[in-house]
């Protein structure tokens, strides 16, 4: 079965940072794209980014360019999304989810993360 | 980027009738990319339809999609009280490469 489960979220300061971790299991994790969706409260999905099989090629939306870096370790099963220069907009539940061609075939419970002074 | 506008924003339907949502691309999209999720209160998103037609695994046969181009068309043949929820249409295509409807919430009348 396969499993995603995301860690790392919280209240931050506006300017602060975050790690997000998403650990994976029952696939194997290093055969498939891997990407970060997020949905702030009470509205829709929003694409944030995502990561080819072996780290060599990442994707961001515009939003979060130059801000966020995603990141993977195989060895681990774990992904991960560096959230910088974090903005109340930024406030949202994350998801991980593994990619299928251009699917997102099975996602994890989410992570909330809050920005807010 | 290619900007998907779903509609209606809300449908208000009965258990037992056929629902229909659309989902419409400001360019044209492959039929191997365009994606329909289902998503319920406090839940993650479910993939329901890939490639604009095949249903994803476990996914019930009153499901359905179609369209090709910039039309695409998500219908639910007879509705359970289980389905009542938001569904979204998503593309994979360059630049960004996932963009994602606003939804469609469907609700019992």
């Known amino acids: 079965e396969v499993q995603l489960v995301e860690s790392g979220g919280g209240l931050v300061q506006p300017g602060g940072s975050l790690r997000l971790s998403c650990a994976a299991s029952?696939?194997?994790?290093?055969?498939?794209?891997m990407h970060w969706v997020r949905q702030a409260p009470g509205k829709g999905l929003v694409w944030v980014s995502h990561?080819?099989?072996?780290?060599?090629?990442?994707a961001y939306a515009d939003s979060v360019k130059g801000r966020f870096t995603i990141s993977r370790d195989n060895a681990k099963n774990t992904l991960y999304l560096q959230m910088n220069s974090l903005r109340a907009e930024d406030t949202a539940v994350y998801y991980c989810?593994?990619?299928?061609?251009?699917?997102?075939?099975?996602w994890g419970q989410g992570t909330l993360v809050t920005v807010s002074s | 980027e290619i900007v998907l506008t779903q509609s209606p924003g809300t449908l208000s339907l009965s258990p037992g009738e056929r629902a229909t949502l659309s989902c419409r691309a400001s360019?044209?999209?492959?039929?191997?990319?365009l994606t329909w999720y289902q998503q319920k209160p406090g839940q993650a998103p479910r993939l329901l339809i890939y490639?604009?037609?095949s249903r994803a695994t476990g996914i019930p046969d009153r499901f359905s999609g179609s369209g090709s181009g910039t039309d695409f068309t998500l219908t639910i043949s007879r509705l359970e009280p289980e389905d009542f929820a938001v569904y979204y249409c998503?593309?994979?295509?360059?630049?960004?490469?996932?963009?994602f409807g606003q939804g469609t919430r469907l609700e019992i009348k």
């Open positions: 989810a593994r990619g299928s061609g251009g699917d997102c075939s099975d």
């Open positions: 029952g696939f194997t994790f290093s055969s498939y794209w």
């Open positions: 990561i080819y099989i072996d780290g060599s090629i990442t």
């Open positions: 360019q044209s999209v492959s039929t191997s990319y």
């Open positions: 490639g604009a037609s």
């Open positions: 998503q593309q994979y295509g360059s630049s960004p490469p996932i963009t």
